[in-house]
């Protein structure tokens, strides 16, 4: 929602998890849970801000495999471990055959 600047919607969501974390807290610690109050809380909030999200954004995400996404990635991602291993060769030799 930051990409379409819907900042309206976010900040509604943002402060509706908040509210969802102390009201969480607040209630648990009263209630004796001690520090697992703030645990679940957590948890209580991530919930609520993902389910706002999805239905603020009206789309719900699924799963989907993009070759050609997956192609550019891994294009990428080869040169850049390659590079590591040459850096890492080009260092170790002189530790073994030392």
Same mark, same amino acid.
């Given at each position: 929602?930051?990409?379409?600047?819907?900042?309206?919607?976010?900040?509604?969501?943002?402060?509706?998890?908040?509210?969802?974390?102390?009201?969480?807290?607040?209630?648990?610690?009263?209630? @004796? %849970?001690?520090? %697992?109050?703030?645990?679940?809380?957590?948890?209580?909030?991530?919930?609520?801000?993902?389910?706002?999200?999805?239905?603020? %954004?009206?789309?719900?995400?699924?799963? @989907?495999?993009?070759? @050609?996404?997956?192609?550019?990635?891994?294009?990428?991602?080869?040169?850049?471990?390659?590079?590591?291993?040459?850096? %890492?060769?080009?260092?170790?030799?002189?530790?073994?055959?030392?």
């Amino acid at each position: 929602m930051s990409r379409a600047l819907d900042f309206r919607a976010l900040s509604v969501i943002e402060i509706a998890e908040q509210a969802v974390y102390f009201a969480t807290a607040i209630a648990l610690a009263v209630s @004796g %849970w001690g520090p %697992w109050s703030f645990v679940i809380a957590a948890v209580a909030q991530q919930a609520t801000g993902a389910l706002l999200l999805n239905l603020a %954004w009206r789309h719900w995400p699924g799963l @989907g495999f993009d070759f @050609g996404t997956f192609r550019s990635m891994l294009s990428f991602g080869l040169h850049f471990q390659l590079s590591h291993i040459v850096y %890492w060769a080009r260092d170790a030799v002189v530790p073994v055959f030392g």
